[in-house]
């Protein structure tokens, strides 16, 4: 089944909608037609349009691993006009899809390397494809030690708990770091900022990659501490977030200098990233 | 590349053999405005039109395309229906040069990587029949880009007026096919018409007021930041009527258009980088925050960004922009600025 009009989304059923704090819900989504998932391939760190007929599209994250086949997931922050109108859909209700699109992240050059991973608040959505997709028994023996370091506002606003304290801490030879950014009543874990937690544990860059995505003030401050640790520019990579319409080049919107995040970007390296006119 | 010649009073009952079998677009005189427009009659067809308001871009990128039809019954049944057929074939008589060129500056963006269905198939079954200017407007500056007046590139056949013929070079495969479906070309005898051709290349060109861009792509590449950006930036209103008037310009919005009752429409349309909301996410944040980024993107899209995605010019010197702003901002001072690093 060929995509002849990449503008058509294939349509999909919301499966299950999860949770996962006051703002952030997680919805699963399978394409009403079986063989569409033979011709929807995506690569961990890939984007989707998603559509609601009638309202429009926006540019979410494929949050699922490829390795979860059968299904996709998507999680997405209240923000928006569609965000809004999504977040009070449920299971049953028709929604459009149509990607993937963009770049990956490198997961063959990261073959053999320790990862840690630095999100923060719904940057994490990106981040946990591929977190996943190296965590699956199947790629597991491809990487070395994985380390997750998330933090979000508040203990309520951190999303995915079910992989942060229970799914993640139990896979062999993977460590997860969580902070919040103040202290609160009932939360004995780690409080700050993550550039600052990041710069406490202070991992060793030997052979490590680290993949970062959370906001843009987040974003700087961990790169700044990254170079100061000594990681080389190759060694950080990130993924960047634009607004969107097409995803596919044309509409113009999503340029950073020369290159359109859509089909060039998400995923860049520090490396590539500086390259690039500062406007993101 | 075949060459052959229409008498100049054969042209019309010529076009008017091709309106017989086709939709035929040409350039026309409305209400003082110079367009593109389908035309009833041939007569009103305004061959020495100097430059149309709009581009012929909209044949194929139209300001507001219907993509599909949506029917969605309160999201627990959905179905689209996307037109079978986008157009009809068509014939677009009458484009210069400067135009022509960008259909081809265009064509990249919508053909290659992810080929976008409904301008290729308005591409596909468009002829495109060139005609080479007469004379110079004091905005046009197509020559600043190696572009000639006379030049037939990205037209299917390309006519020229000299003495009492035109001049008809077949320049496409599509070109051959409509001269073969609409006879009236004469095919001997072009020698002379040729050099006179050459001749009027440079009288025309000659008109026009030089433009040097040497060296502006290498400024551009060395410094994002340059204080010329504030200055043209301060006199910005940021109405966008550059990027509508240009030919090159392709930015467009998605939207849906739902009437309540489920039934409705997902659309496209033009959309302009000069606009604050273009880039502005759900969340707020604006990479290209103030008039300063918004200016330096048109001019580095047209000037820089173009180049080093397709390795095609992003202005082909049609002058529109310069003609319709309403500040006097002029792509050829700007030039100037860049060259002088400023």
């Known amino acids: ?280 | 590349m075949r060459k052959g010649y229409i008498l100049k009073d054969k042209l019309f009952p010529w076009l008017e053999a091709i309106r017989a079998k086709y939709p035929l677009i040409a350039p026309v005189q409305e209400d003082g405005l110079s367009l593109f427009k389908e035309v009833e009659k041939v007569s009103d067809i305004v061959l020495d039109y100097g430059i149309t308001r709009m581009p012929p871009k909209d044949l194929f990128f139209p300001q507001t395309e219907k993509m599909f039809r949506i029917k969605n019954k309160n999201n627990m049944a959905v179905e689209l229906e996307t037109p079978e057929k986008i157009t009809d074939e068509q014939v677009l008589f009458g484009v210069h040069s400067c135009d022509l060129k960008s259909i081809l500056a265009l064509d990249p963006v919508f053909t290659t990587r992810f080929p976008d269905r409904y301008y290729q198939e308005r591409r596909d079954k468009t002829y495109v029949i060139g005609l080479s200017c007469q004379k110079a407007l004091p905005t046009c500056f197509c020559t600043a880009y190696g572009i000639t007046p006379t030049a037939y590139e990205g037209a299917d056949l390309h006519l020229t007026e000299l003495g009492d013929k035109y001049l008809v070079e077949v320049v496409t495969e599509r070109g051959e096919r409509l001269v073969a479906a609409v006879p009236g070309v004469v095919f001997e005898g072009t020698e002379s018409l040729e050099a006179e051709k050459e001749k009027l290349t440079a009288k025309v060109a000659a008109e026009i007021k030089p433009v040097d861009i040497t060296g502006v792509k290498e400024v551009l590449d060395a410094n994002f930041e340059l204080p010329l950006w504030e200055k043209w930036a301060q006199k910005c209103l940021g109405c966008g009527i550059c990027t509508y008037v240009c030919p090159t310009c392709h930015c467009f919005d998605i939207n849906d258009f739902n009437r309540g009752d489920g039934v409705g429409e997902r659309f496209r349309c033009w959309d302009s980088c000069m606009f604050s909301d273009f880039t502005r996410m759900a969340g707020g944040h604006n990479p290209r925050p103030s008039k300063k980024e918004r200016v330096r993107n048109r001019f580095m899209h047209k000037l820089k960004y173009h180049l080093d995605r397709y390795n095609l010019v992003g202005c082909v010197g049609c002058g529109r922009c310069v003609q319709r702003c309403p500040e006097n901002i002029d792509i050829r001072a700007i030039i100037s600025d860049i060259k002088g690093g400023v």
């Open chain 1, 1 to 280: 089944m060929a995509l002849e009009n990449p503008l058509l989304p294939y349509i999909a059923t919301i499966t299950k909608v999860i949770d996962e704090t006051p703002d952030v819900k997680t919805f699963q989504m399978v394409f009403d037609d079986p063989e569409v998932f033979n011709v929807f391939k995506q690569k961990p760190g890939q984007v989707a349009q998603i559509s609601i007929f009638g309202v429009g599209e926006a540019t979410i994250s494929i949050t699922s691993s490829p390795t979860r086949t059968g299904l996709l997931e998507f999680s997405i922050k209240k923000v928006g006009r569609l965000t809004s109108v999504i977040h009070q859909m449920e299971p049953g209700m028709k929604v459009g899809i149509r990607g993937p699109y963009g770049n990956n992240f490198p997961y063959e050059m990261m073959k053999g390397k320790d990862l840690l991973f630095i999100g923060g608040g719904i940057g994490l959505a990106p981040l946990r494809s591929l977190i996943d997709f190296v965590l699956a028994p199947e790629n597991r023996q491809d990487y070395g030690k994985v380390e997750i370091l998330y933090g979000a506002r508040s203990a309520a606003d951190l999303c995915f708990k079910y992989d942060l304290f229970d799914n993640w801490p139990k896979m062999p030879d993977t460590q997860v770091y969580v902070t919040i950014d103040r202290p609160e009543e009932g939360w004995d874990g780690h409080v700050g900022f993550v550039p600052a937690y990041l710069e406490e544990i202070n991992p060793n860059p030997a052979n490590k990659v680290t993949i970062t995505c959370g906001p843009p003030i987040m974003i700087k401050f961990v790169l700044q501490a990254l170079e100061k640790m000594g990681y080389s520019e190759d060694q950080v990579v990130t993924t960047l977030e634009l607004k969107m319409k097409c995803g596919i080049g044309k509409c113009g919107r999503c340029n950073i200098g020369s290159k359109f995040v859509c089909v060039d970007g998400p995923v860049f390296t520090l490396r590539e990233l500086k390259k690039l006119p500062p406007e993101f």
